[in-house]
């Protein structure tokens, strides 16, 4: 990377990629995961970092607070304490979701119904507007501000991550300013971001865009929401700000090692013997609005009344991973899915077994492996999600079998895997239904051909390629900045 200057480099994000947890009289971390975890987990074998966020319980003790500093720091990671109703307010109040949870997850255990940025970036209508929330959202962002500033040096890389922190750029950099130190504040959002017309919904998308105008740079992960007047660059004020697309993946090689363990060999062995002569379709989601789980199942319902000659030969392997218990919302939307699946199930089945699995529980990763790699299809049906890294992950694991790629056109993913995938539209159970026949159905050479185009974007576009890239694009803008352009 540029940065043979030995810079050192904060990166921010609103919860650390660790649980924490007492044991006897010390605490103990360890690492956790969800989609940024993913990706940042490839970038730590090229890129030395610190990480600061909230550790994701209320430490109020003094004492604790330093045992708590002290077993992250193994890490690399810094925390910042809040206590647990500002937490509440801010996350499941303003920002409203979780990267993180139970298992290789983690979520809050608090209720609410307000949400308000998390479906606004994501098209989603019925938003409400609180100023309570809104409170604690600048609050934390002032909080996560104050800590940062002070830790960073003169020169040193702010690299902050997604939407629960879209206003400490601005905060940062009035604290940086006033203490004299010049630091290059980069910004990812790893949501879509809406049309103007539809972003004009958030009553206080003025200070939003405000705080994030603050950055040197801004990363989006596609076109779409890249889109800005002058491509690349955004003239504000006396300042100008450079944004990109910067493609986020997944570090392939650890699919591949985990993959050749005698472990998911076995279970790999295991499960072919399993579905023997039948057609297994993946799905892996978290539990989420967005992923579309609903327009799945209904589609996959279409799909075996159009095809009653596939009765007994293909099945659908659902993960619907927890997400967001303790939400009214989610816990509606569990419901509304696992009565789906028993009405499929009780409408297919016959005395050989069911056409549907669903699976409302976290998998350990080695079974993820395995399940990826047996899988003939994998059906992914976000109605709209930033990225989508199980798509990649599907694909790291199909190395021996080169399995289809049916992926709605609303994921990110979608835009640059359109040309080795199925792409359909989530809401047309038709079009659903058609895109898994053929999917099922290509020519060993059409497989084939699908999968190396997959299979070379996503061993192009790895997580510590985009890592580096996005550090080096940071680290120009304040070498050049008089009058730089992007
Ligand atoms: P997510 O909405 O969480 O991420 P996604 O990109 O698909 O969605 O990433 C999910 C991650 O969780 C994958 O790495 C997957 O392996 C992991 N996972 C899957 N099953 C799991 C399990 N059982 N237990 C624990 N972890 C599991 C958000 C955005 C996306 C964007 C990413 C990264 O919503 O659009 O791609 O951030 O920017």
Redesign the pocket.
């Known amino acids: 990377m540029a940065t043979d200057e030995k810079r050192s480099l904060i990166i921010v994000s609103n919860r650390l990629p660790l649980s924490v947890k007492r044991v006897d009289n010390h605490y103990e971390s360890s690492v956790?995961?969800?989609?940024?975890?993913?990706?940042l987990s490839g970038l730590t074998k090229s890129t030395q970092f610190q990480w600061f966020g909230w550790p994701g319980m209320e430490v109020k003790d003094n004492t604790d607070r330093e045992e708590v500093s002290k077993s992250l720091s193994k890490h690399n990671a810094v925390p910042i304490f809040l206590d647990s109703g500002l937490a509440h307010e801010h996350y499941n109040g303003f920002s409203s979701?979780t990267?993180c949870?139970p298992?290789?997850?983690h979520s809050l255990a608090h209720k609410t119904t307000d949400r308000i940025l998390w479906p606004i970036l994501h098209y989603q209508s019925g938003v409400t507007f609180d100023d309570g929330p809104w409170q604690a959202y600048k609050r934390v962002n002032e909080l996560f501000a104050d800590q940062v500033a002070d830790a960073a040096g003169n020169g040193t890389l702010i690299w902050v991550h997604?939407y629960h922190l879209m206003l400490l750029p601005e905060l940062l950099r009035t604290r940086l300013r006033n203490q004299g130190k010049a630091c290059a504040i980069g910004f990812?959002l790893?949501?879509?971001f809406p049309a103007g017309d539809f972003w004009r919904n958030l009553p206080v998308r003025k200070h939003i865009i405000e705080g994030l105008l603050a950055s040197d740079l801004i990363g989006f992960?596609t076109e779409e929401g890249a889109r800005t007047e002058i491509p690349n660059q955004i003239q504000y004020k006396d300042r100008l700000i450079c944004t990109g697309r910067f493609i986020?993946g997944?570090d392939p090689q650890k699919f591949t090692d985990t993959l050749q363990t005698s472990e998911v060999q076995a279970r790999i062995a295991a499960l072919e013997q399993r579905y023997k002569g039948v057609k297994v379709i993946v799905g892996?989601?978290?539990l989420?609005h967005?992923?579309g789980l609903t327009q799945k199942l209904k589609g996959f319902d279409t799909f075996l009344d159009d095809h009653p000659e596939l009765q007994n030969k293909v099945v659908l392997i659902q993960?619907a991973?927890p997400?967001r218990e303790d939400v009214k919302e989610y816990q509606d939307l569990e419901t509304e899915l696992s009565t789906l699946a028993g009405k499929i199930n009780g409408k297919h089945a016959t005395p050989e077994g069911t056409p549907l699995l669903y699976m409302h529980?976290?998998?350990?990763?080695t079974e993820?492996t395995a399940l990826y790699s047996i899988a003939d299809a994998c059906l992914l049906t976000?109605t709209r999600?930033?990225?989508?890294?199980?798509?990649f992950?599907y694909v790291a694991c199909q190395e021996n079998r080169h399995g289809v790629l049916v992926l709605s056109e609303f994921?990110?993913?979608a835009s640059f895997m359109r040309e080795g995938s199925i792409p359909f539209h989530p809401a047309n159970k038709s079009e659903m239904s058609e895109a898994l026949f053929e999917a099922l159905n290509l020519s060993d050479a059409e497989r084939t051909k699908k999968y190396m185009y997959l299979r070379d974007f996503i061993h192009e576009h790895t997580s510590a390629r985009w890592g580096q890239t996005f550090i080096e694009k940071l680290s120009a803008r304040t070498w050049d900045r008089a009058g730089a352009s992007c």
Request: no cysteine; proline share 4%.
């Open positions: 956790s995961s969800g989609g940024l975890v993913t990706s979701m990267l949870i298992g290789r997850w997604d990812s790893h949501t879509p992960h986020i997944i892996v989601d978290r989420d967005i992923k993960v991973v997400s529980r976290s998998v350990p990763f993820l976000s999600d930033g990225m989508n890294l199980v798509s992950e994921a990110g993913a």
